[in-house]
């Protein structure tokens, strides 16, 4: 660290030279830049470094952020100036960033939404800078406040350079983090993950006074898929499988692969009911699927057990329970949620009987 804050202080003593007047002045910004920089390389959060960044350009050039864009190679990060006008900047942006639509991009900041009192922008009204790291590539929009010069855009450079470095390092812990935490197979958490996650679910919901379920579910006779394509096509299934299963998930819930053909999902508040129908929608989903493999087509089923925290908070007994409840949807006929769904049905022959039906779900 102590190299790369030389080179910084070797190009500020040059620029704060030009760029302010007397020593004094110069001095002062440049002494805070440095632990600008300094604060940068301790930052341990994306979101935490691009508001180092945001104070930084803001307090010593007078700049108004306006968005902080880092495109990673698993997507596109956004930091936005909450004064902005989201959408304004969310169109720049797709097209800059060639991505499809803004469920491509992640908030890094929350934007309460109070677009009605701010200003809309276009491009022509911004200044932006790019930085490219081995694993990262940024670019800064921002509105500026005063005219603009060489010597403040060196000085955003020497920013943004230290803000892509920190970003970089950042990327590069999270990968190792998640090569420990990661089934290399579905890119599902793996078992040992799903276990530290759901401590920290349960100590929350139970604090909070909040519902936690669990879905447990495994693809039924997976092994004759296996005897029938081969490895190489179970693998593909458990892919795909888990690929339409994260994609209809909500992304405060998590995934896990508890063990060969057996997966398991954490859904933070989220009472059984509620997880029972959710359940029963990927069921049907799994269902439906049509995986291409050697010119071939396979299909799968899935059973599905559910289960929901009780007052106790009691972990281990929350995943027995949805294993006891897999058990029991195998044993009733398999691609079947357990508990079953319970459905209100209107009597025909009387509009005011009501009959209650428990639904095994199998199609």
């Known amino acids: ?178 090569a420990a935490a990661i089934d290399p197979l579905t890119g599902c958490y793996n078992r040992r993950a799903f276990e530290t996650q759901l401590k920290g679910y349960a100590s929350g919901a139970a604090r909070h006074g909040k519902p936690l379920s669990v879905f447990m579910f495994d693809l039924d006779h997976f092994k004759s898929v296996n005897d029938t394509y081969g490895h190489l096509g179970g693998d593909e299934v458990l892919k795909e499988v888990s690929r339409v299963v994260r994609r209809n998930i909500r992304t405060e819930d998590l995934l896990a692969r508890y063990g060969g053909e057996e997966f398991i999902a954490i859904l933070p508040e989220t009472d059984q009911a509620h997880a029972i129908e959710l359940a029963d929608r990927l069921r049907q989903k799994i269902f439906a699927l049509r995986i291409p493999f050697n010119n071939r087509t396979i299909r799968v089923t899935a059973s599905f057990g559910v289960a929901q925290l009780g007052d106790g908070a009691d972990i281990k007994k929350l995943v027995e329970d949805a294993d006891s409840m897999l058990y029991k949807a195998k044993f009733n006929g398999r691609n079947t949620v357990m508990p079953g769904l319970i459905k209100v049905h209107r009597d025909e022959t009387s509009s005011s009987s009501i009959q209650i039906k428990s639904s095994l779900c199998r199609q």
């Open 1 to 178: 660290m102590s190299a790369t804050l030389d080179r910084f202080s070797h190009r500020l003593s040059a620029v704060f030279g030009l760029v302010f007047g007397s020593s004094l002045n110069r001095a002062h910004a440049q002494n805070k830049l440095a632990r600008h920089i300094v604060a940068l390389n301790g930052k341990t959060t994306p979101s935490e470094i691009i508001n180092e960044v945001a104070d930084c350009l803001k307090g010593i050039l007078g700049y108004r952020l306006f968005a902080f864009v880092n495109k990673k190679n698993t997507g596109v990060d956004v930091w936005l100036d909450p004064r902005m006008y989201k959408t304004s900047i969310e169109e720049i942006i797709i097209k800059d960033f060639q991505v499809k639509d803004t469920k491509d991009l992640t908030y890094l900041n929350i934007h309460k939404g109070r677009e009605e009192c701010l200003e809309k922008f276009s491009l022509d009204s911004l200044v932006h800078y790019d930085h490219k790291e081995e694993n990262c590539y940024s670019r800064l929009y921002m509105m500026p406040s005063k005219p603009i010069t060489e010597f403040h855009d060196e000085v955003v450079r020497i920013v943004l350079q230290g803000c892509s470095a920190a970003l970089s390092r950042q990327i590069k812990i999270q990968r190792l983090q998640d």
